[in-house]
């Protein structure tokens, strides 16, 4: 889109906005539902954390509040319950004692294969009917966009 041109924000439903933010809080809906369907409590948020941490654990908690979108301080309340469920165990950095690493707990390591079939699931419903091709380019555009924004702060 080049400077010339306009972008219509009104009607609200219209904006991307918008469309991209009910997008999200219904996927999330959608994840919690479809793991409590399946017998796991755990939120959308919870899944975030365990993705990340799938990936590699051992990360600092305000990186891993960072990866997945999260403020420190929900991050710090999020934790010690995923703690007392078993899945991760925190310790202080040996080089900065400060601050706490991340780890998940052999729990942590078998939700995986547990939650991963669900998520694949509540995800193939939600994009069912769209061609591959236009997810892929959807995901192109909201990388761009994302750069855009980020680069602008």
């Known amino acids: 889109m080049s400077a010339s041109e306009s972008f219509a924000v009104f009607p609200i439903e219209d904006s991307p906005g918008y469309r991209i933010n009910r ?3 219904a996927m999330n809906l959608l994840l919690q539902r479809s793991f409590k369907g399946a017998g796991y409590d755990v939120t959308a948020p919870q899944w975030a954390v365990l993705s990340k941490l799938w990936d590699g654990d051992g990360v600092h908690q305000s990186e891993l509040a960072e990866q997945t979108t ?3 301080h929900s991050m710090a309340r999020m934790l010690p319950v995923m703690e007392s469920r078993g899945w991760v165990r925190r310790k202080a950095d040996p080089s900065d004692r400060r601050l706490q690493r991340v780890y998940l707990t052999a729990e942590g390591r078998r939700l995986r294969r547990r ?3 669900v998520a694949e699931s509540a995800m193939a ?3 069912d009917g769209i061609a591959m091709k236009d997810l892929a ?4 555009v909201l990388r761009k966009a994302q750069i855009n924004v980020e680069g602008a702060e």
Request: hydrophobic share 45%.
């Open 23 to 25: 997008l999200a809080r």
């Open 70 to 72: 999260r403020d420190r």
């Open 115 to 117: 939650l991963v079939p």
């Open 125 to 127: 419903q939600m994009f």
């Open 137 to 140: 380019c959807t995901l192109r």
